[in-house]
């Protein structure tokens, strides 16, 4: 198993920027996939950036790539999702995913963190 803690969501102004933490309770190198998601009201979770295969790939979705960046602390078992250049658009709830395992892999979930951008 795997528990998730996100924070460092908060009040931003267009332009500004944020950086979301997303604190493991194993080691993150025991961790195959994380992914950061958003989610707005009424609307599907959106995939905004994913660390894959234990770190060795990075993906981003087309609405934040070039400002948005995913890394992994592994010392600190802590995964971070640096926000530049944040627009109004970007305002939704930030969740942490975790995949574990092989082949059939375990999926987590955290609680999740509110960004508002907004002026």
């Known amino acids: 198993q795997v528990q998730l803690v996100e924070s460092g969501g908060g009040l931003v102004q267009p332009g500004g920027s944020l950086k979301l933490s997303c604190s493991a309770s194993r080691s993150i190198r025991d961790i195959r996939n994380i992914r950061w998601y958003r989610q707005t009201p009424g609307t599907q979770r959106e995939m905004v950036a994913e660390s894959v295969f234990g770190g060795r790939l990075t993906y981003y979705g087309a609405a934040v790539e070039g400002r948005f960046t995913i890394s992994r602390d592994n010392a600190k078992n802590t995964v971070y999702l640096q926000m530049n250049n944040l627009k109004p658009e970007d305002t939704a709830v930030y969740y942490c995913?975790?995949?574990?395992?092989?082949?059939?892999?375990?999926?987590?979930w955290g609680q999740g963190t509110q960004v508002t951008v907004s002026s």
């Open positions: 995913q975790a995949q574990v395992g092989i082949g059939q892999l375990e999926t987590y």
